[in-house]
């Protein structure tokens, strides 16, 4: 694969995740599109996601953890990726819920270590358990999160449980769109709203949600 070429993850076939993907693989250039709902981008001979995947480019590894052919849901068929590099380690969830997260722990017990971790199932209070977040031990996490979305994402025990294990969050209902870059050896983040404040002119209040 050249350096121009990209691989395209879709974790599932929810249209929160999958929508804009026919508008983003048509606008870069694809060698290969990599999804858990292959059916539903037939037109790019995509490759299904299954745990033991694995390729390295440019010095950083990939390693497809889940999904497995039991799991049913379509957000426990999410493709879970690790990503490590020798700045560290990030890891990609998708929709999961418990089950499948107990289902990583205990399969690769403290291999789901990662310094970052993006929020499984934005954060609801269906993922996230304790056990996963102890397994991961995450430095940073980053809420993939609609501004004011009807489910209440992220969830207010969920955010407890994050500050449990003492990890930084960042929502992207109130940051905007998120980069991570690693500096001398510390991870730096850098949100729009910061950057592009003027996009931001509503003051940044988060509802506080019951459920």
Not at 55 to 75: C, K, Y
Not at 77 to 88: A, E, N, R
């Amino acid at each position: 694969m050249s350096h121009a070429d990209f691989f395209i993850g879709i974790c599932h076939g929810d249209n929160d995740h999958i929508g804009g993907a026919e508008s983003l693989i048509n606008g870069m250039p694809t060698e290969q599109v990599l999804t858990s709902a292959p059916q539903q981008l037939s037109g790019y001979s995509p490759i299904a996601c299954t745990a033991g995947q694995s390729w390295i480019w440019d010095e950083v590894s990939f390693t497809m953890l889940s999904p497995q052919q039991a799991f049913v849901s379509e957000n426990d068929k999410s493709c879970v990726l690790k990503i490590q590099s020798k700045q560290g380690t990030v890891l990609l969830t998708g929709d999961i819920e418990a089950g499948t997260e107990a289902w990583l722990v205990e399969t690769y017990g403290g291999a789901l270590q990662a310094d970052v971790l993006i929020a499984p199932h934005h954060g609801s209070k269906t993922s996230s358990t304790a056990g996963f977040l102890q397994a991961v031990q995450p430095k940073l996490v980053l809420i993939p999160a609609g501004y004011l979305n009807q489910f209440g994402h992220p969830h207010r025990e969920v955010l407890a449980r994050y500050r449990q294990v003492q990890a930084h969050w960042l929502n992207s209902a109130d940051s905007g769109a998120i980069t991570v870059n690693v500096k001398n050896n510390a991870w730096v983040m850098q949100s729009l709203r910061e950057t592009g404040s003027k996009y931001w002119n509503r003051p940044n209040k988060t509802p506080n949600h019951a459920d």
